[in-house]
């Protein structure tokens, strides 16, 4: 990350392992024409949690949003805000496939959900934001049949419902249903949304910068070119960057780190040919006018 100029950077990270924790970093630093903001959000084994965040910090990293796929993990997440006060904000979401590892995993239902819904209230004063992870995915061997995609749908739109209830923003997932999640989107009256790793038609996503979302995408788009179309598309001021780390690094075989961040926004400016500051500063911009609760706890 270079340290003179730093965007907010959106940045989700998954893992099939069990132990970990989905947790994103906000970060603010001095410039010389003011402030900027780095967000941040990524999955780290609870071990090795010390170990990311030095190496987060020392690209400029100060504050992590930390993010569930699972209500298990809600708990937990919030415990880390209470280990890190002023660094972590906790993101409660419940993802569209569930599982306790890779071998295992099957698509939500209603019941996967049902444990959660107490925690959203609870901690309504606490999080920032709902997801990541909620949305769908289609991919046909979690969704076989008919009935498990209504199903998700279902838990999808309750989430949404929630996030209106409490004023927060999605950050959502979409996986081989990218049509039918901007449209449940927008059948919900969602304003505030970052589809995170978004691999859609560009006409879909279209629809989405239509109603105001924000797109997010993280360092192994530099290894592949199929999103090139969908970059140059999507305007720059709906444009977050993230890098799903531990997956999605510019290494697939080495663990994927917030570290990384830099390289989606230098990326996105070689595609849109401009240059690599323009992108970091609009994408701050994106970043501070979806993530409203986190602006309020920024480092004076």
Known sequence: MHSA?????LVVHKSDRPAVVLSSVYDTTWLPAGKSFVITFFFCVLQDL????????????????????????FERVIQLSKIYP??????????????PGSQDLCSVTVQ????????????????????EQIGLDFTPWYTPHAQQREEQQAVFRKQLQISKE??????????????????ILKEQGITRALLHNFAG?????????????????????????????LIKQIPLEHICLETDSPALGPDKHVRNEPKNI???????AQVKG?????????TTQNALKLFPGIKTSTPK
Not at 112 to 131: C, H, M, N, S, T
Not at 207 to 228: H, L, T
Not at 262 to 268: K, M
């Open 262 to 268: 830099s390289l989606s926004s230098e990326y996105i």
């Open 50 to 73: 010390d170990d990311v965040i030095q190496r987060a910090k020392q690209a400029g990293v100060k504050t992590l949003v930390s993010v569930t796929e699972k209500a298990s993990e």
């Open 5 to 9: 100029v730093l965007p907010w950077l």
């Open 166 to 183: 409490l004023d927060l923003p999605v950050n959502v997932h979409s996986r081989s249903a990218a049509k039918v999640t901007i449209g």
């Open 112 to 131: 996967d959900l049902e444990p959660a819904l107490p925690l959203f209230q609870k901690y309504r004063e606490d999080i920032v934001a709902i997801g």
């Open 201 to 229: 038609r560009p006409s879909v996503a279209l629809e989405g910068v239509q109603m105001g979302y924000y797109f997010s995408f993280p360092p192994a788009v530099c290894r592949n070119e199929q999103r090139v179309r």
């Open 86 to 99: 002023g660094l972590v904000a906790p993101c409660l979401g419940i993802h569209p496939v569930q599982g």
């Open 274 to 282: 401009i240059p690599p500051e323009r992108v970091v500063e609009t």
